[in-house]
Protein backbone atom coordinates (compact mmCIF):
# COMPACT_ATOMS: atom_id res chain seq x y z
CA UNK A 1 0.00 0.00 0.00
CA UNK A 2 1.24 3.68 -1.05
CA UNK A 3 0.31 6.94 -0.51
CA UNK A 4 -1.98 8.83 -3.39
CA UNK A 5 0.25 11.15 -4.63
CA UNK A 6 -1.38 14.62 -4.58
CA UNK A 7 -3.56 13.30 -1.76
CA UNK A 8 -1.55 12.61 1.60
CA UNK A 9 -4.81 11.28 3.38
CA UNK A 10 -5.35 8.25 1.40
CA UNK A 11 -3.63 5.01 0.62
CA UNK A 12 -3.63 2.79 -2.62
CA UNK A 13 -2.86 -0.65 -3.15
CA UNK A 14 -1.72 -2.63 -6.40
CA UNK A 15 -4.80 -3.83 -6.91
CA UNK A 16 -6.38 -0.27 -7.06
CA UNK A 17 -8.19 -0.59 -3.45
CA UNK A 18 -8.46 2.93 -2.45
CA UNK A 19 -8.48 3.69 1.65
CA UNK A 20 -9.10 6.83 3.68
CA UNK A 21 -7.01 8.18 6.68
CA UNK A 22 -8.87 11.14 7.27
CA UNK A 23 -9.75 11.90 10.75
CA UNK A 24 -8.16 9.29 12.26
CA UNK A 25 -10.38 6.73 10.54
CA UNK A 26 -9.08 4.30 7.97
CA UNK A 27 -11.81 2.75 5.89
CA UNK A 28 -11.72 1.60 2.01
CA UNK A 29 -13.67 3.83 -0.47
CA UNK A 30 -16.19 2.49 -2.61
CA UNK A 31 -15.59 2.68 -6.28
CA UNK A 32 -17.76 4.97 -8.75
CA UNK A 33 -18.88 4.80 -11.74
CA UNK A 34 -20.09 7.04 -15.08
CA UNK A 35 -24.03 5.47 -15.56
CA UNK A 36 -23.86 7.55 -18.82
CA UNK A 37 -20.23 5.79 -20.22
CA UNK A 38 -20.35 3.46 -22.57
CA UNK A 39 -16.97 2.07 -21.41
CA UNK A 40 -16.32 3.01 -17.12
CA UNK A 41 -13.63 3.80 -15.16
CA UNK A 42 -13.77 3.11 -11.90
CA UNK A 43 -13.08 6.25 -9.76
CA UNK A 44 -13.26 7.54 -6.51
CA UNK A 45 -13.73 10.91 -4.91
CA UNK A 46 -10.90 12.55 -2.67
CA UNK A 47 -9.88 15.78 -0.85
CA UNK A 48 -7.09 17.29 -1.92
CA UNK A 49 -4.88 19.41 0.37
CA UNK A 50 -6.70 22.79 -0.13
CA UNK A 51 -10.23 21.17 0.87
CA UNK A 52 -11.53 20.24 -2.90
CA UNK A 53 -13.01 17.41 -3.51
CA UNK A 54 -11.80 15.87 -6.82
CA UNK A 55 -12.73 12.95 -9.30
CA UNK A 56 -10.19 10.92 -9.67
CA UNK A 57 -9.55 7.42 -11.96
CA UNK A 58 -8.45 4.49 -9.84
CA UNK A 59 -5.96 3.46 -13.10
CA UNK A 60 -4.37 6.67 -12.68
CA UNK A 61 -3.59 6.40 -9.45
CA UNK A 62 -2.08 2.98 -9.50
CA UNK A 63 -0.19 4.16 -12.20
CA UNK A 64 1.06 7.50 -10.81
CA UNK A 65 1.95 5.55 -7.54
CA UNK A 66 3.51 2.20 -8.68
CA UNK A 67 4.64 2.48 -12.19
CA UNK A 68 7.56 4.71 -12.98
CA UNK A 69 7.53 8.76 -13.26
CA UNK A 70 5.38 8.63 -16.33
CA UNK A 71 7.60 9.25 -19.54
CA UNK A 72 6.45 12.83 -21.03
CA UNK A 73 3.53 12.09 -23.87
CA UNK A 74 1.78 9.06 -22.92
CA UNK A 75 -0.85 7.79 -21.36
CA UNK A 76 -2.05 4.60 -19.55
CA UNK A 77 -3.31 1.33 -21.29
CA UNK A 78 -5.19 -1.58 -20.00
CA UNK A 79 -3.17 -4.58 -21.59
CA UNK A 80 -6.03 -7.08 -21.22
CA UNK A 81 -8.52 -4.30 -22.47
CA UNK A 82 -10.20 -4.26 -19.14
CA UNK A 83 -11.14 -1.08 -17.95
CA UNK A 84 -12.55 -2.24 -14.51
CA UNK A 85 -8.80 -3.57 -13.86
CA UNK A 86 -6.52 -1.02 -12.78
CA UNK A 87 -4.12 -3.71 -10.88
CA UNK A 88 -0.87 -2.80 -11.57
CA UNK A 89 0.61 -5.49 -13.50
CA UNK A 90 -2.09 -4.48 -16.15
CA UNK A 91 -1.80 -1.27 -16.56
CA UNK A 92 1.65 0.47 -18.71
CA UNK A 93 3.03 3.77 -19.95
CA UNK A 94 2.04 3.96 -23.65
CA UNK A 95 2.20 6.48 -26.83
CA UNK A 96 -1.60 7.56 -28.18
CA UNK A 97 -0.37 6.08 -31.37
CA UNK A 98 0.50 2.61 -29.26
CA UNK A 99 -2.61 2.64 -27.83
CA UNK A 100 -4.66 2.87 -30.63
CA UNK A 101 -3.32 0.63 -32.00
CA UNK A 102 -3.62 -1.85 -28.93
CA UNK A 103 -7.17 -0.99 -29.07
CA UNK A 104 -7.36 -2.08 -32.71
CA UNK A 105 -5.40 -5.14 -32.70
CA UNK A 106 -7.85 -6.20 -29.52
CA UNK A 107 -10.77 -5.31 -30.78
CA UNK A 108 -11.34 -2.66 -28.17
CA UNK A 109 -13.01 -0.11 -30.39
CA UNK A 110 -16.96 0.79 -31.01
CA UNK A 111 -18.09 -1.78 -34.11
CA UNK A 112 -20.73 0.85 -34.94
CA UNK A 113 -20.80 1.39 -38.67
CA UNK A 114 -19.07 4.84 -38.12
CA UNK A 115 -16.26 2.95 -35.61
CA UNK A 116 -16.45 0.15 -37.85
CA UNK A 117 -14.98 2.17 -40.82
CA UNK A 118 -12.21 3.58 -38.72
CA UNK A 119 -10.90 0.02 -37.52
CA UNK A 120 -10.98 -1.16 -41.25
CA UNK A 121 -8.59 2.39 -41.99
CA UNK A 122 -6.55 1.60 -38.98
CA UNK A 123 -5.98 -2.32 -40.57
CA UNK A 124 -4.47 -0.78 -43.66
CA UNK A 125 -1.89 1.25 -41.82
CA UNK A 126 0.74 -0.60 -44.04
CA UNK A 127 -0.18 0.84 -47.77
CA UNK A 128 2.24 2.26 -49.22
CA UNK A 129 0.52 5.99 -49.28
CA UNK A 130 -0.07 8.39 -46.08
CA UNK A 131 -3.05 10.43 -46.06
CA UNK A 132 -1.82 13.38 -47.24
CA UNK A 133 -0.74 11.37 -50.53
CA UNK A 134 -3.88 10.08 -51.11
CA UNK A 135 -5.57 13.50 -50.96
CA UNK A 136 -3.28 15.02 -53.39
CA UNK A 137 -3.71 12.35 -55.60
CA UNK A 138 -7.13 12.58 -55.66
CA UNK A 139 -6.81 16.67 -55.95
CA UNK A 140 -5.09 16.11 -58.72
CA UNK A 141 -6.86 13.73 -61.06
CA UNK A 142 -9.82 15.75 -60.18
CA UNK A 143 -8.15 19.18 -60.47
CA UNK A 144 -5.16 19.09 -62.35
CA UNK A 145 -5.33 19.33 -66.44
CA UNK A 146 -5.57 16.25 -67.94
CA UNK A 147 -3.40 13.18 -66.75
CA UNK A 148 -3.30 9.26 -67.22
CA UNK A 149 -3.33 6.83 -64.55
CA UNK A 150 -0.26 5.19 -65.16
CA UNK A 151 1.61 8.81 -65.14
CA UNK A 152 0.34 9.07 -62.02
CA UNK A 153 1.56 5.90 -60.65
CA UNK A 154 4.84 6.09 -62.04
CA UNK A 155 5.81 9.48 -60.16
CA UNK A 156 4.28 7.49 -57.03
CA UNK A 157 5.60 4.48 -58.16
CA UNK A 158 2.68 2.26 -58.29
CA UNK A 159 0.94 0.50 -60.56
CA UNK A 160 -1.79 2.28 -62.78
CA UNK A 161 -4.47 -0.25 -61.44
CA UNK A 162 -3.73 0.88 -57.81
CA UNK A 163 -3.96 4.27 -59.27
CA UNK A 164 -7.27 3.71 -61.10
CA UNK A 165 -9.12 1.61 -57.81
CA UNK A 166 -7.91 4.89 -55.63
CA UNK A 167 -9.58 7.68 -57.77
CA UNK A 168 -12.58 5.66 -58.32
CA UNK A 169 -12.85 4.66 -54.22
CA UNK A 170 -12.23 1.24 -54.61
CA UNK A 171 -9.18 1.43 -51.89
CA UNK A 172 -8.31 3.99 -49.11
CA UNK A 173 -11.84 4.51 -48.91
CA UNK A 174 -11.82 5.83 -45.53
CA UNK A 175 -10.70 9.26 -46.22
CA UNK A 176 -13.90 9.74 -47.46
CA UNK A 177 -13.78 11.64 -50.20
CA UNK A 178 -16.36 12.71 -52.68
CA UNK A 179 -15.49 12.20 -56.32
CA UNK A 180 -16.35 15.20 -57.95
CA UNK A 181 -13.57 17.39 -57.99
CA UNK A 182 -14.28 19.06 -54.89
CA UNK A 183 -12.09 16.97 -53.15
CA UNK A 184 -13.95 17.31 -49.88
CA UNK A 185 -13.71 15.42 -46.55
CA UNK A 186 -17.26 13.85 -45.32
CA UNK A 187 -15.89 12.43 -41.97
CA UNK A 188 -12.48 14.36 -41.58
CA UNK A 189 -12.52 12.36 -37.75
CA UNK A 190 -10.93 10.43 -40.17
CA UNK A 191 -8.28 11.86 -41.03
CA UNK A 192 -7.15 12.21 -37.33
CA UNK A 193 -7.34 8.70 -36.42
CA UNK A 194 -5.34 8.33 -39.44
CA UNK A 195 -2.52 10.55 -38.60
CA UNK A 196 -2.62 9.33 -35.18
CA UNK A 197 -1.45 5.85 -36.70
CA UNK A 198 1.29 7.49 -39.30
CA UNK A 199 2.89 8.96 -35.86
CA UNK A 200 2.04 12.49 -36.97
CA UNK A 201 -0.12 13.06 -34.22
CA UNK A 202 2.46 13.49 -31.05
Known amino acids: MRPVEGFPDYRITATGRVFSLRKGIFKELKPIYNKNATCQYPAVMLWSDNRQVKHQLIHLLVANSYLSPKPEGTEVNHKDGNKCNPHVDNLEWVTRKENMIHAFNH????????????????????????????????????????????AIAKSHNMSANAIRNLINGKTYKLTEFHCNGTGKIVKPQFAEAVKIIEGEKK
Open 107 to 150: GLLPTTDRQMSTRIMLSERTRKLTYEQAVEIRKEWHEGTPITFK
